[in-house]
Structures are given as C-alpha cells and as structure tokens.
C-alpha cells in the first residue's frame, strides 16, 4: 500500500510544474540558425531565452519582436483555427519552433530583455500593446519591438473568445513589421500572472468594443501546438487529483476490505464423516 501511494504521490512534482508551464513560439521570416540550431529540449525560459537573444547573429535582424502575454497557456494557442492568421504565420515561416511547456523563472521580463537588446544591437527601442497609441516604424532603421499582451483568465470557453480577439490585434501588428522589414524574428511567450504585475487586465466576455486598437518541435501542418493535445492544465489537475487523493483511497478502502473476516464460519462441524453421511 505504502508502495504504491509513494508511486502516486511521485506524480504530482511534475503535474503541478507542467499545470504552471507556458508555451514559448518563435519564428523567422528567414531561415534562421538561431532558432534551427535550438536544443529540442528546453525546461526554462532562461535557457531557451539565452538561446535565442545570446546569439551572436541576433542583430543582424531588421526587426526583432519580442511578445509577451500573462496567464498564456498551450491549449490556448492550440485552440486557435488553423486558419487563423497566426497559425499560417507560423506554418509559412522558414524556420518556426514551439515550445509548449516552458517554466517562467520567476523576475523574467521579455519587456525588459527588450529594452536590453536595443541597446545592445542599437536598434531603435518600440513598445505596443492594445489600447495604446500605435507606433510606428522606420523602414531602414532597426527596432527592438515588445508588445505586452492582455493577462488571459477565466474558464475555456472564454478564454477561446478573448485569445481570438487578441490573436486578431497581434496579427495586425506583426503584419505591419512583416510590411517594414524583410528579415524578422518573432518570440510569443506565456508568463505566470503573478509575476507579470503591469498586464491589463481585460474582460473575457468582451465583444468588438473591447479594443480601442518533452518538448519542442519544429511546426507541422495544422494549428499551433496540435501535436501537444495530450497535457492540458485540465487534465493535469485532474491527474494530480486522482493520484494524490482518489487512487490512494480506493486501494487503501479495498485493502480494509480485503483484511475483514466474514462471520459465517466455513470450517466443517468436528465428528462429520461425509461418507458416512453419503451411505446414510
């Protein structure tokens, strides 16, 4: 018994670090070495973030955009149609890679790395979001792009209608820097709502009134993340629920069950002869 609850209870470190994941997608509008060349395994952003921005031909981008989104989950991408604007990005881009289980550590700030990284490669330093005035850009000059997305919560069904309006605003955006700049590189990451202080939040029943304005894999055919549909963070509490609680009970009920004696004697009356018995 004891066994097996240390066998369940063993499940629930990783349920609980894949239920606080967020995916991370990148993409180029070229072939890149930068994103091709990257581990298929990554655990933590810093990691896979040194990867990319640490890269000793990360400025020769004209733009590089850096998009960062509170309370991001893989199934929120994954619920996205494949037809949507961000999947085909995706799925035409020269090199893509996605991410779907990447823990955030804690003070991580793609805003910040991007404020680093246009002073690093003198690129020209432009931060956008919805509601906020939009920028512009300046064919010839290179920019340092961060967009701050709205924090995504709430039950599914909401969260599929407010991913696609804000798929649809940053669709928008990325296709006026794909307009500006030939040579691009895209980074779309998740963060943990606590720590994202300055996100806005936003309500998930919004209508068109709501805007002013293991583990990687390179993408396949279809939405973003479809080959990910195993791991949600429904299931994974679920599991953490049935092995750390149900299963250890049930076995625990069925071994009591087991140990009681029944209270109808089945030993054979002392003196009985059954042959005696069968020539009576």
Same mark, same amino acid.
């Given at each position: 018994?004891?066994?097996?609850?240390?066998?369940?209870?063993?499940?629930?470190?990783?349920?609980?670090?894949?239920?606080?994941?967020?995916?991370? /997608?990148?993409? &180029?509008?070229?072939?890149?070495?930068? !994103?091709?060349? #990257?581990? =298929? *395994?990554? %655990?933590?952003? $810093?990691? +896979?973030?040194?990867?990319?921005?640490?890269?000793?031909?990360?400025?020769?981008?004209?733009?590089?955009?850096? /998009?960062?989104? &509170?309370?991001?989950?893989?199934?929120? !991408?994954?619920? #996205?149609? =494949? *037809?949507? %604007?961000?999947? $085909?990005? +995706?799925?035409?881009?020269?090199?893509?890679?996605?991410?779907?289980?990447?823990?955030?550590?804690?003070?991580?700030?793609?805003?910040?790395?991007?404020?680093?990284?246009?002073?690093?490669?003198?690129?020209?330093?432009?931060?956008?979001?919805?509601?906020?005035?939009?920028?512009?850009?300046?064919?010839?000059?290179?920019?340092?792009?961060?967009?701050?997305?709205?924090?995504?919560?709430?039950?599914?069904?909401?969260?599929?209608?407010?991913?696609?309006?804000?798929?649809?605003?940053?669709?928008?955006?990325?296709?006026?820097?794909?307009?500006?700049?030939?040579?691009?590189?895209?980074?779309?990451?998740?963060?943990?709502?606590?720590?994202?202080?300055?996100?806005?939040?936003?309500?998930?029943?919004?209508?068109?009134?709501?805007?002013?304005?293991?583990?990687?894999?390179?993408?396949?055919?279809?939405?973003?993340?479809?080959?990910?549909?195993?791991?949600?963070?429904?299931?994974?509490?679920?599991?953490?629920?049935?092995?750390?609680?149900?299963?250890?009970?049930?076995?625990?009920?069925?071994?009591?069950?087991?140990?009681?004696?029944?209270?109808?004697?089945?030993?054979?009356?002392?003196?009985?002869?059954?042959?005696?018995?069968?020539?009576?």
């Amino acid at each position: 018994m004891a066994v097996r609850f240390i066998a369940a209870a063993a499940f629930i470190p990783l349920a609980f670090a894949l239920s606080d994941s967020h995916p991370v /997608v990148a993409w &180029s509008s070229q072939k890149s070495n930068i !994103l091709d060349l #990257l581990p =298929s *395994s990554l %655990a933590n952003s $810093k990691s +896979l973030l040194d990867g990319i921005f640490s890269h000793e031909d990360i400025c020769d981008h004209d733009a590089i955009v850096l /998009v960062e989104q &509170s309370g991001l989950h893989a199934s929120d !991408l994954r619920n #996205l149609e =494949s *037809s949507s %604007a961000l999947a $085909k990005t +995706l799925a035409s881009s020269p090199s893509a890679r996605e991410f779907p289980y990447v823990l955030r550590n804690a003070g991580d700030s793609l805003a910040h790395t991007a404020e680093s990284l246009s002073s690093r490669c003198g690129s020209r330093y432009v931060s956008l979001g919805p509601g906020q005035e939009g920028g512009s850009f300046e064919a010839g000059v290179k920019h340092v792009v961060s967009i701050t997305m709205p924090q995504l919560e709430g039950v599914a069904s909401h969260r599929k209608e407010a991913m696609a309006e804000l798929e649809s605003y940053l669709a928008n955006e990325l296709e006026a820097i794909k307009s500006t700049f030939d040579k691009h590189l895209v980074v779309f990451s998740g963060c943990p709502s606590h720590s994202h202080l300055s996100a806005r939040q936003v309500p998930l029943e919004m209508g068109s009134q709501a805007f002013a304005a293991p583990n990687s894999t390179v993408l396949t055919e279809g939405s973003i993340l479809k080959r990910y549909q195993l791991l949600t963070p429904a299931l994974i509490t679920t599991l953490v629920i049935t092995f750390a609680v149900l299963l250890p009970v049930i076995l625990f009920g069925i071994s009591a069950l087991a140990g009681i004696q029944s209270p109808l004697s089945t030993d054979v009356p002392k003196g009985f002869d059954a042959q005696q018995r069968k020539n009576q």
